[in-house]
């Protein structure tokens, strides 16, 4: 039997995924940023481990998410007899009201992602026209960035923000010493965190400003950290970084990356810490 659960605010992943069982094991299933969704379009609640029983599953949907890719393979995979369907789980059906939600959910997903052909395919569905990022909207969502892909877009905001900070037009006055994108699958699975470093005044003065994207809710939190004491001066300068590097993003964006940050209605929250006034704040070493 598969139940959903969701991690615990304390631990260090975040998500939604699947914990089962077969005869003498118990095995754990990972659910995608899109599984999720389906989830919750499907009106599931879950639960979380040692405070709250999550769902069952029917078996009819847990494979059916699993043979399109909604579903991977997390800490301890079932064994490969187990996948071939033994595995102990409800073998209830989907409701035909359930039915009904999933035709609507795929009708009105990115009919050109393969996880969506698939689920279509195995439901015998017809997902409609063929609706593309590529033309209704970015192809990337900036939350989903890890990997391979994380470093090439750290790299294009790197070359870009260097590129637009020439002398006479910096009006921070900082250099970029670098730009890392923490890899998604590592920290959190659906979020993106986004680390400048800067210095000013030929070096002496560093700063660390992390741009934090979250699924659903685009960029929420920007937080710079500093290595000496702060006056209004040095905040409106720190300020005019953190917009330069924020317009960096959006432009890059909006280029060859196609990628979707969010709705920018919401706006982030925004917070400067200075070392001397907050020496347990301090920046972390390369």
């Known amino acids: ?21 077969t005869s003498g094991s118990n095995y754990t299933l990972g659910v ?27 078996s009819q949907l847990h494979w059916s998410m699993y043979e399109a890719g909604l579903i991977r393979p997390g800490d301890s995979d079932p064994s490969g007899h187990g996948i071939d369907g033994e595995i102990d789980v409800d073998e209830t059906e989907l409701t035909e009201e359930q039915i009904d939600e999933l035709e609507q959910f795929i009708r009105s997903a990115d009919t050109s992602r393969s996880e969506i052909q698939e689920l279509a395919e195995i439901f015998g569905f017809d997902p409609g026209p063929e609706t593309s990022d590529a033309t209704d909207g970015p192809k990337n969502i900036i939350w989903e960035v890890h990997g391979k892909a994380a470093e090439i ?25 670098s730009v890392r994108c923490s890899d998604a699958s590592k920290l959190f699975d659906e979020t993106t965190t986004f680390q400048v470093r800067t210095a000013t005044e030929g070096g002496s003065t560093k700063e ?20 000496v004491a702060l006056g209004w001066d040095d905040r409106v300068r720190i300020q ?13 964006s909006n280029g060859p990356l196609d990628m979707y940050l969010g709705d920018p209605a919401d706006p982030p929250d925004i917070e400067i810490i200075d070392r001397a006034a907050n020496p347990h704040d301090r920046i972390p070493r390369q």
Not at 3 to 17: H, P, V
Not at 37 to 57: A, M, S
Not at 160 to 170: F, Q
Not at 240 to 250: N, V
């Open 1 to 21: 039997m598969a139940r959903l659960y969701e991690y615990a605010a304390s631990s260090d992943k975040s998500g939604y995924f699947l914990r089962g069982g």
């Open 32 to 58: 995608t940023a899109l599984g999720r969704r389906l989830f919750d379009h499907l009106g599931y609640d879950p639960g979380v481990v040692n405070k709250e029983r999550g769902p069952r599953i029917p």
């Open 153 to 177: 877009v750290a790299n294009e905001i790197q070359s870009t923000l260097k590129g637009r900070l020439s002398p006479g037009e910096n009006s921070g006055r900082f250099e970029v010493e």
């Open 208 to 227: 660390q400003h992390q741009l934090v994207f979250v699924e659903g809710d685009g960029l929420t939190q920007i937080t710079s950290t500093t290595n």
């Open 240 to 252: 005019k970084q953190q917009m330069d590097i924020l317009d960096t993003i959006r432009r890059v």
